[in-house]
């Protein structure tokens, strides 16, 4: 399995852990620590490792961290991530219409959504890479 | 100057041109209009996203010469990224706009959330024509 692929697995299951954990947090804040939901983002601070993969995963002599098609993987993965983030974002936009009309909306809905599209671009970054390489990578050393 | 160049430059100026003229549209309005289509808004905004999407059709492939290369598709490529980039950092900051403008218990009606992608697709067209024109130069001597 070469660099990238390892990095797309490891920050897909750091995001995942993470927002299993966050939502966890905001059930037992809501059940037990009411007026505290806030601290549900806390949790979300276990996104930061998703950076410290080169600290967690240092080179190796010797190892190459990427070659041309790995940065046009990586290229085409951001593309389609954010094309899609956009769709969904103006989703999240035009429901809100939909459902109440012309009421008002509170302000943490954007949070929301601000937070939602975070972890999709990165969600949809990390699965797209995976399919472009193949999963496992079989016999893909770079 | 090269097909490219001329695209990027055309989607800039009808972009700003768009924004300017959608802020006076917006000043023209009384309040509560202002966020019900369709207004005069509303008409900029289409027209100026029309006119960037037919941009291609605007300036046609020339007959002669290589129209589109790998440098070209290079630039394009990178340009795109980066507009994408500015479209992520356009939207945290329109939302932080909101929320401090509405403080963290307020609300606002639902009808204003469409301005955003709005704005988000703005911005990701003039940094990506930007970009584009930053890689091919802004102006002349630029031929495929």
């Known amino acids: ?142 | 100057m090269n097909r490219w160049q001329k695209i990027a430059w055309f989607n800039l100026i009808v972009i700003v041109a768009g924004s300017v003229i959608s802020v006076v549209a917006a000043g023209t309005l009384p309040p509560d209009e202002r966020l019900v289509p369709p207004n005069r808004i509303t008409v900029v905004i289409v027209i100026s996203l029309v006119l960037v999407g037919i941009a291609k059709t605007i300036f046609r492939k020339s007959d002669k010469g290589v129209d589109f290369d790998e440098r070209d598709g290079q630039i394009h490529r990178r340009a795109d990224l980066f507009g994408w980039t500015g479209f992520g950092l356009g939207m945290a900051a329109t939302i932080m706009v909101c929320y401090f403008a509405v403080g963290p218990r307020g609300s606002f009606p639902p009808l204003a959330l469409p301005v955003i992608p709005l704005v988000g697709v703005g911005l990701k067209i003039i940094v990506e024509s930007v970009a584009a024109l930053i890689q091919y130069g802004w102006a002349k001597g630029e031929k495929s």
């Open chain 1, 1 to 142: 399995m070469n660099r990238v692929l390892k990095y797309a697995w490891y920050q897909l299951i750091v995001i995942i852990a993470a927002t299993i954990f966050a939502v966890v947090t905001l059930f037992i804040a809501a059940k037990y620590w009411r007026g505290k939901e806030f601290s549900a983002v806390i949790p979300f601070c276990l996104f930061a490792f998703v950076h410290f993969y080169r600290v967690i995963f240092p080179l190796k002599p010797g190892e190459i961290a990427f070659d041309e098609r790995d940065v046009d993987i990586k290229n085409r993965a951001t593309r389609i991530s954010f094309t899609i983030f956009w769709y969904v974002f103006a989703l999240s936009c035009l429901i809100p219409i939909l459902v109440i009309g012309n009421g008002s909306i509170h302000v943490m809905y954007l949070g929301g959504v601000l937070l939602g599209a975070a972890i999709l671009i990165r969600i949809t970054w990390t699965i797209d890479v995976i399919v472009q390489y193949g999963r496992g990578g079989k016999g893909d050393n770079s």
